[in-house]
C-alpha cells in the first residue's frame, strides 16, 4: 500500500508564502500522477494543482493561477507547492493525491493525511 505524507503547512498571515511537500513512500503502479488538493471547513474537497498527465500536464485551480507553482522530483518521489500570495480563502486542509494518469479529476486516489494551512488577515 503505498503512503503518501505531506509537510509544510502553518500558520501565516496574508501575502505570505508556504510550501508543501509530499513525498509517495514508493512507486506503485496507477499512482503514477501526483497532485495537492484542499478542503475548507464546511465546503468540498477540491482540486488546487495536479499533474494529470505522463507528459507533464497541470491542472491549477482559477483561484490559485500565477499564486501557486507544482513542482516534482521524480528522484525523491515527492511533490511539492509553492504557495505565494496567500488570502484568507487559502486557509484549509491541504491533501496529497495519487492516481493514474490521463484523467482529471482524478478517479480513486490514494490520499495523504493532509497538513492544515491557516491564513490570517
Known amino acids: 500500500q503505498v503512503q503518501l505524507v505531506e509537510s509544510g503547512g502553518g500558520s501565516v498571515q496574508a501575502g505570505g508564502s508556504l510550501r508543501l511537500s509530499c513525498t509517495r513512500s514508493?512507486?506503485?503502479?496507477?499512482?503514477?500522477?501526483m497532485g495537492w488538493y484542499r478542503q475548507a471547513p464546511g465546503k468540498e474537497r477540491e482540486g488546487v494543482a495536479s499533474?494529470?498527465?505522463?507528459?507533464?500536464?497541470?491542472y491549477y485551480a482559477d483561484s490559485v493561477k500565477d499564486r501557486f507553482t507544482i513542482s516534482l522530483e521524480r528522484a525523491k518521489n515527492s511533490i511539492y507547492l509553492q504557495m505565494n500570495n496567500l488570502k484568507p480563502e487559502d486557509t484549509a486542509m491541504y491533501y496529497c493525491?495519487?492516481?493514474?494518469?490521463?484523467?482529471?479529476?482524478?478517479?480513486?486516489?490514494?490520499w495523504g493525511q493532509g497538513t492544515q494551512v491557516n491564513v490570517s488577515s
Open positions: 499533474f494529470y498527465t505522463t507528459t507533464g500536464l497541470i
Open positions: 514508493r512507486y506503485q503502479y496507477h499512482t503514477e500522477c
Open positions: 493525491a495519487a492516481d493514474r494518469c490521463g484523467y482529471w479529476p482524478y478517479l480513486d486516489p490514494y
